[in-house]
């Protein structure tokens, strides 16, 4: 496993909000709430963002534009659309996920960010 990562969760179903909170603490990383990361979006490592959710997805394109870097996980039961896709996820995971795709789509999107570091 990587070095333990900030990773803001961006999860509107607050049942599945804690379960990858919960699960990223057990992988090792530190994760947060994306409304507790919204003042702290420089000091993250990795975001974990649910596509369809309008608010948080508005959040990202900002801290996008902050941080291009910045790698990206959309975890959701639908496809996400093109607007969605300009985001540039390095992962897309689809409800219900194994809890094994979902460690190594943040090992991946975490070593990408270092390579590019």
């Known amino acids: 496993m990587s070095r333990a990562a900030r990773i803001a969760v961006c999860e509107p179903h607050p049942e599945l909000r804690a379960l990858l909170l919960r699960t990223l603490e057990h992988l090792g990383h530190t994760p947060v709430s994306c409304r507790a990361a919204g003042a702290h979006g420089g000091e993250i490592d990795a975001l974990i963002l649910n596509p369809k959710d309008g608010p948080m997805l508005e959040w990202a394109r900002a801290l996008r534009q902050e941080s291009p870097e910045l790698p990206i996980v959309y975890v959701s039961t639908l496809a996400p659309d093109d607007s969605a ?33």
Not at 87 to 101: D, H, M, S, W
Not at 106 to 111: I, W
């Open 85 to 117: 896709l300009e985001l540039g996820p390095v992962a897309v995971i689809t409800k219900p996920f194994r809890i094994a795709e979902l460690e190594r789509a943040v090992e991946s999107a975490l070593a990408l960010a270092r390579a590019a570091a």
